[in-house]
């Protein structure tokens, strides 16, 4: 009779046996078994060769993060801004604590408060100066710069120009990581991109939790002009008209704190400052904003050198073109910018360009519009020549100027100027300019055809025309009276365009297009 211990460790030693070679067989084929009895794989699911280009893509996202993030840094800037004392403030308190009354101590006035902001820049020489956003680092007292291998350092301002958001800082020593620049103008819509910032919220030295961020999408659009600089220009009381505005659109999340950091291609060269997003929450909801690096290197270099940025100019007033106006002067597409004014002595007309002349190209390329063709003046110097095609009488014409320089003004993009008027098949009501409704208005002399009303949503009010501007032509012919307006307007017929010439009390002359209801 076999020996009942000498059983029982047989078949230990076979279980043994058998779990030893389960084990080596699951895990030969991807499993692991863990003492709970719960088994998992880590058998790919998918074949990999279906998946490669993705894999790809993963992997270029980690090459251009692993050779970017070095040179981008977070910025701390602090600047002072008065603090009334009020209940349940410091002061407040501590006032309160040693039992001083109403009116004494320095806590009953307003006091100097340090208040730290921050944001994002990139190193762009081995020197150490550093590309950020102008609003980063303007008013600031000290600003510390810290780098992703955790050194930090003081900086000094070399530069800001609100007008583009565009500042350069420096830090001291040598040998920095660096970013490679790209063209901006070579961006095209629909490429990837990977916005890269070190947000962070006065972790000092000892870092931040969201250092080195890095987010990626695609370029959504181009030559997006968003009025935020000449909103953020008229609220400090500058002049907006300087502001430069031609952003970047792109799907990739920019967040606060991401401010001045880098937008990089999928080659890792910088084509962008993020600089801007579109939310009224303020925070990413689909749209950020950067300034095209060909823009920020032509300021930098005038910031660099100079101390400020050299201003060319072209010396006239400009707007977009629309379908109808394309229609209308005979273009081949609906882009380029239309003149509506030459001021002046300026380069303009001492080249010839003219009132409702259509700039088509600037150096052989395509101007999209006038924030287009701003940015692009915006890249020379001053005393530069350009080459424009122009579009006048429906035939194109080249003309050269030579760029003045102007140290505070700019040529503007008026948005919706005011506007000229018809009669009632074109939703306006036409009158006599009477020497009480001239003095009304501000015209120095009575006389001519004034537009005194406007129907709401009507042909004349969805062009933006408006109440109290003088007809002085249409189609090209004088027009002095309510009749012969109205002869000429008369003589229209559906469909038909029309183009008619206003003037505005301070004698701003300014061609409109309509189109006459079927």
Do not use: C
């Not at 032509?298 to 101390?307: A, I, K």
């Not at 100019?313 to 030459?342: H, K, Q």
Request: aromatic content about 6%.
């Amino acid at each position: 009779m076999p020996d009942p211990l000498s059983t029982k460790l047989k078949i230990l030693f076979v279980s043994v046996v058998l779990f030893g070679a389960g084990v080596g067989a699951a895990t030969t084929l991807g499993w692991t078994s863990l003492s709970a009895g719960i088994v998992f794989t880590e058998q790919p699911q998918v074949d990999e060769q279906a998946v490669q280009p993705a894999v790809d893509l993963s992997n270029a996202f980690i090459n251009i993060s692993e050779a970017v993030t070095p040179a981008v840094v977070r910025i701390e800037a602090d600047r002072a801004r008065q603090v009334a004392a009020g209940p349940g403030t410091p002061d407040d308190l501590f006032r309160r604590f040693f039992g001083m009354p109403e009116g004494e101590g320095e806590g009953s006035q307003p006091r100097e408060r340090l208040q730290v902001a921050g944001g994002s820049g990139f190193i762009v020489s081995s020197e150490g100066y550093i590309l950020t956003n102008a609003h980063v680092v303007d008013g600031a007292r000290e600003i510390r710069v810290f780098l992703p291998d955790r050194r930090e350092f003081m900086a000094e301002i070399v530069g800001t120009d609100p007008t583009t958001d565009v500042a350069v800082i420096q830090i001291e020593g040598n040998g920095f990581p660096t970013l490679s620049m790209g063209q901006s103008g070579e961006v095209r819509v629909g490429e990837w991109v990977m916005a890269v910032g070190s947000p962070g919220f006065g972790g000092g030295g000892g870092g931040s939790a969201l250092e080195n961020t890095v987010t990626a999408g695609i370029v959504s659009a181009i030559g997006r002009p968003l009025q935020l600089l000449r909103e953020e220009l008229q609220r400090q009381g500058q002049d907006a008209s300087l502001a430069i505005e031609n952003f970047i659109q792109t799907d990739a999340v920019i967040n606060p704190g991401n401010s001045g950091g880098p937008l990089v291609n999928v080659r890792g060269q910088v084509i962008g400052i993020n600089a801007a997003i579109a939310s009224p929450t303020g925070y990413f909801q689909g749209y950020g904003f950067a300034i095209p690096i060909d823009l920020a290197q032509r300021v930098m270099e005038d910031l660099v050198e100079f101390g400020q940025v050299r201003r060319p100019y072209l010396g006239i007033l400009m707007t977009d073109v629309d379908p109808i106006e394309a229609e209308y002067y005979g273009l081949p597409r609906t882009s380029g910018a239309r003149v509506i004014e030459v001021p002046g002595d300026g380069p303009a007309t001492a080249a010839g360009i003219r009132a409702d002349d259509i700039i088509y190209s600037i150096d052989g390329r395509d101007v999209e519009g006038s924030s287009h063709l701003q940015a692009a003046i915006a890249q020379r110097r001053p005393g530069d020549e350009v080459n424009l095609r122009i579009f006048r009488d429906g035939q194109p014409r080249d003309l050269t100027v030579r760029l003045g320089e102007r140290e505070s003004e700019r040529e503007t993009q008026p948005v919706a100027q005011a506007e000229p008027s018809i009669d009632e098949r074109l939703g306006i009501e036409l009158g006599e300019l009477t020497p009480e409704y001239a003095q009304q208005l501000g015209y120095d002399e009575p006389g001519g055809v004034v537009v005194r009303g406007v129907t709401p949503n009507g042909p004349a009010d969805r062009r933006e025309l408006r109440v109290g501007f003088r007809i002085v032509e249409i189609e090209g012919e004088p027009v002095t009276t309510v009749e012969e307006a109205q002869a000429h307007l008369d003589a229209l017929e559906g469909g038909d365009l029309v183009g008619i010439r206003v003037e505005d009390p301070n004698g701003n002359r300014r061609l409109f297009v309509l189109r006459v209801p079927s």
